[in-house]
C-alpha cells in the first residue's frame, strides 16, 4: 500500500490550507483507518488527527482541535485535512498514515505503532 500526500505550501498566519492523502495497491476490499502526523525539524513526530475506517469516529489532538478538520469519502481510502487558522507553530511536515486494524479508540489513534503504512510526507510552512 502506497500513500500520497499532497497540499502542503507556504500560507500567512491565519490562513488555510487542505492536505490530501491518497492510498494506492493492495487496498481493494480494504478500508483503512487514516491517521495524519507531523515532524518539525528537531523534533519528535507528533499526532495531529485521525479517523475511523467508516468516518464515524475522529480524533485531534488538542493543539489543533476547532482549527483542523479530518474527512474522507466514505469506503474510500481517501482522506483530507482541512486546516484552518493556522499558526506558524504548524509549520512541520505532514504525515498521512493508514492502519488496517486500527485505531481501536482515541487512545491508539494518537499512537505511531497503530499504523502499518507511511506516505513521504508533506511541507506546511506557516510565515509569521
Known amino acids: 500500500v502506497q500513500l500520497q500526500a499532497s497540499g502542503g505550501g507556504l500560507v500567512e498566519t491565519g490562513g488555510s490550507l487542505r492536505l490530501s492523502c491518497a492510498a494506492s495497491?493492495?487496498?481493494?476490499?480494504?478500508?483503512?483507518?487514516m491517521g495524519w502526523f507531523r515532524q518539525a525539524p528537531g523534533k519528535e513526530r507528533e499526532f495531529v488527527a485521525a479517523?475511523?475506517?467508516?468516518?464515524?469516529?475522529?480524533y485531534y489532538a488538542d493543539s489543533v482541535k476547532g482549527r483542523f478538520t479530518i474527512s474522507r469519502e466514505r469506503n474510500e481510502n481517501t482522506v483530507w485535512l482541512q486546516m484552518n487558522g493556522l499558526k506558524p507553530e504548524d509549520s512541520s511536515v505532514y504525515y498521512c498514515a493508514a492502519s488496517q486494524y486500527g485505531p481501536g479508540g482515541s487512545y491508539y489513534a494518537t499512537k505511531i505503532p497503530t499504523y502499518d503504512y507511511w506516505g513521504h510526507g508533506t511541507l506546511v510552512t506557516v510565515s509569521s
Open positions: 479517523i475511523s475506517w467508516n468516518g464515524d469516529s475522529t
Open positions: 495497491g493492495r487496498t481493494f476490499g480494504t478500508t483503512y483507518a
